[in-house]
C-alpha cells in the first residue's frame, strides 16, 4: 500500500537550468552560481531548503581564493577537473583532486585558502554550502577518496550525518551522493530523511526527471516525495544533495 501512495504522489519540483545560473567572469575565476552569491544576486533564488550555495567554480593555473574566514556553515567541495591546494588554520595542508572529496565544518570559525594546485591547467569544482545543524561547533576538516567504480550505475553517498558510515560526516541531517550512469540505464533515489527534498545537479549528461529532460550543467530541486526516477538518456554524471527543506 505504501509503495503504492508513493507513485500517486506528485512531487513538487523548481529547475534551475545552467543558461540560467548567475555567470560572472572575473579573468582568474569563471563562476556560475545557481544561487544568489557574491555580486550575483536573485531573489528567487537565495536557497532550497537548507542549502545556501552551489557554485561551479573554474580557476585558472596558479591563481586562487586567498585565506578568508567562514563561520557556522558546513562547506562541501567536489573538484571536477585538476587539483586544488587547500590550506587552513586547523593545520590541515594538502591536494584534493577528482574523485576526492573536501567538507568543512566552519563551526565557530575557521580560516582557509583555496588555489589551483597547476601552474599550466585549469582546475574545475562544485563548492556547496549548507546551513549547520548545530551552530559554533569546534571547526574541523576532513578529505577522502571515493572509488569511482562504487559510483558505476548506483549511487554512492560520499556525506552523511551518519558518524560510523564510509562516507564523510556532515553537521546536518542532509546526504551527498554521486553518481555515473551509462546511457540507457534508469535509477532509484529514495529519501533518506522524511522531512528532506533533493536538489539534483547533472554535472554531465542527460537524464529524464518527472518527464523532464535536463543536460549538462542544469538542475531540479524535489520535495514532498519519498522517492526519485532517473532516466539516463546519455552517459551521465549526477550530483543529489539531500536536504531538510526547513
Not at 569546534?138 to 578529505?143: A, I, N, T
Not at 558510515?165 to 550512469?181: K, P, R, T, Y
Not at 554531465?204 to 530541486?221: H, Q, T, Y
Request: charge should be negative; charged fraction near 25%; hydrophobic fraction near 40%.
Amino acid at each position: 500500500m505504501f509503495k503504492h501512495a508513493i507513485k500517486n504522489i506528485k512531487m513538487k519540483t523548481i529547475t534551475h537550468l545552467a543558461k540560467d545560473r548567475g555567470i560572472q567572469d572575473h579573468g582568474w575565476l569563471k563562476a556560475a552560481h545557481s544561487f544568489s552569491f557574491a555580486n550575483y544576486h536573485d531573489p528567487a533564488k537565495m536557497y532550497f531548503g537548507l542549502l545556501r550555495v552551489l557554485n561551479d567554480d573554474i580557476v585558472a593555473p596558479g591563481m586562487g581564493f586567498g585565506t578568508h574566514g567562514h563561520d557556522n556553515m558546513e562547506i562541501v567541495t567536489i573538484p571536477l577537473k585538476g587539483a586544488l591546494a587547500h590550506k587552513d588554520s586547523l593545520g590541515s595542508e594538502g591536494l584534493i583532486g577528482l574523485n576526492e572529496v573536501q567538507i568543512m565544518s566552519a563551526g565557530k570559525g575557521i580560516q582557509h585558502s583555496e588555489f589551483n594546485g597547476s601552474s599550466t591547467d585549469e582546475v574545475n569544482l562544485l563548492q556547496v554550502w549548507v546551513f549547520p545543524k548545530e551552530k559554533n561547533i569546534e571547526p574541523r576538516y576532513d578529505q577522502k577518496r571515493f572509488d569511482p567504480q562504487n559510483s558505476h550505475n548506483l549511487f554512492q553517498t560520499v556525506v552523511s550525518p551518519v558518524k560510523d558510515g564510509e562516507a564523510m560526516w556532515i553537521n546536518q541531517d542532509a546526504f551527498f551522493s554521486l553518481g555515473n550512469f551509462d546511457a540507457g540505464k534508469t535509477a532509484n533515489y529514495k529519501i533518506k530523511h522524511p522531512r528532506n527534498g533533493a536538489y539534483l545537479f547533472v554535472i554531465e549528461g542527460k537524464v529524464k526527471i518527472d518527464n523532464k529532460e535536463l543536460s549538462r550543467r542544469d538542475a531540479i530541486g524535489v520535495y514532498d516525495i519519498a522517492e526519485i526516477e532517473f532516466d539516463f538518456t546519455e552517459d551521465s554524471k549526477v550530483l543529489i544533495i539531500e536536504i531538510p527543506m526547513e
